[in-house]
């Protein structure tokens, strides 16, 4: 079973940046939507980021807000958000998330709100 430890997150000044990171273990498949949420207190959970992995060293990634960054580096089993110029509406617990895809499959942010193993999640608290 697929495992997920997400970490960086922390608290740093409007106009910061952080770099987010998730590590995979256990059974791994290449097929598989991965993504990142964030939830803030009293709002619903939010898609930030999503990829979808196919075979192979590639990654698309699908979405990214705030102009940040999504990669993956298959070699440490690990999924990045990297945010720039960080805002105080920010301020969230943001999640990573996993899924396998089947046939037919379409990662978008129900997909993953539906299928996916969630990491247990870090804060990131933006303050002017």
């Known amino acids: 079973q697929v495992h997920l430890i997400d970490s960086g997150g922390g608290s740093v000044q409007t106009g910061g940046s952080l770099k987010l990171s998730c590590v995979a273990s256990?059974?791994?498949?290449?097929?598989?939507?991965m993504g990142w949420f964030r939830q803030a207190p009293g709002k619903e959970r939010e898609g930030v980021a999503r990829?979808?992995?196919?075979?192979?060293?590639?990654v698309y990634a699908n979405f990214v807000k705030d102009g940040g960054a999504v990669f993956i580096d298959s070699a440490k089993s690990t999924l990045y958000l990297q945010m720039y110029n960080l805002q105080p509406e920010h301020t969230a617990m943001y999640y990573c998330?996993?899924?396998?895809?089947?046939?037919?499959?379409?990662?978008?942010?129900?997909?993953?709100?539906?299928?996916?193993?969630w990491g247990q999640g870090t804060q990131v608290t933006v303050s002017s």
């Open positions: 998330a996993a899924a396998t895809r089947g046939p037919g499959d379409v990662c978008t942010w129900s997909f993953l709100l539906q299928r996916a193993v």
């Open positions: 256990g059974y791994t498949n290449n097929n598989s939507c």
């Open positions: 990829v979808t992995i196919s075979p192979g060293p590639r």
